[in-house]
């Protein structure tokens, strides 16, 4: 009943504010989006991935793709031979915030509107700006059947973790009872650190390395 997991991993993310630092480390150091950083800091935020492309510097697919994404869900644009330019910005930011209603909106490229989503302060990840956006035409080349197989097998329906240090993936395989324990443990080992480093005041080398407190 992985969709059941799932509910709870969110839960218990939402619930204990758990950071993409640590749930990298329950995947075994992985599962971040690279280069993405938020327009805003502060936000924290942990939902389901509807995940959509944007392909060939046109946002038409884009536009037409986000009709379908729900409540509470984590926008995951994943860009495709858009070279520099921005994918949208403040029309499309608002359409999902304030109508979609979703968590956060994550892409690998450029927005636009800068100005407008710092004032909204929406939780937006994203790779850098660009003032220069794509074209809003349907062209004849698509994305590779093949590609936007794998992309979605791999995003679609995963769990998305969003806070100022980035955003990590929580892949579908991941969406287990044994996952949910991990967490636990992270959460409770980094608890079990800092009451060494805090109140013990041993060195970090005793702590984290040594683990010295599994001798006591």
């Known amino acids: 009943m992985s969709t059941e997991w799932k509910r709870e991993i969110i839960d218990y993310i939402r619930r204990n504010r758990v950071s993409t630092t640590e749930v990298a480390d329950c995947l075994q150091k992985t599962g971040a989006i690279p280069g993405l950083h938020p327009i805003t800091r502060g936000h924290f935020r942990v ?15 884009v536009h037409e793709q986000l ?3 729900k409540d509470g869900d984590v926008v995951f644009v994943e860009v495709f031979e858009c070279g520099d ?5 403040d029309l499309v930011s608002k359409y999902l915030f304030l109508y979609k209603q979703v968590a956060a909106v994550v892409v690998t490229g450029a927005l636009r509107d800068v100005h ?18 794509c074209f809003n035409i349907k062209i004849e080349r698509q994305l590779d059947p093949e590609i936007m197989r794998e992309h979605r097998q791999k995003y679609h329906g995963a769990v998305g973790v969003c806070d100022d ?8 395989e991941c969406h287990t009872e044994e996952f949910i324990k991990s967490l636990e443990f992270m959460e409770q080992q ?15 080398y005793r702590t984290v390395c040594l683990k010295e407190y599994l001798q006591k």
């Open 116 to 133: 407008r989503l710092i004032k909204e302060a929406w939780p937006i990840w994203c790779t850098g700006y660009n003032p220069v956006g």
């Open 165 to 172: 240090t980035g955003v990590v993936i929580i892949p579908k």
């Open 47 to 61: 939902g389901n991935v509807f995940w959509v492309y944007a392909f060939g510097e046109t946002n038409w697919d």
């Open 190 to 204: 980094e608890d079990i650190w800092y009451e060494c480093i805090d109140r013990r005041k041993w060195s970090t």
């Open 85 to 89: 330019r921005a994918i949208f910005g």
């Open 67 to 69: 009709q379908d994404v």
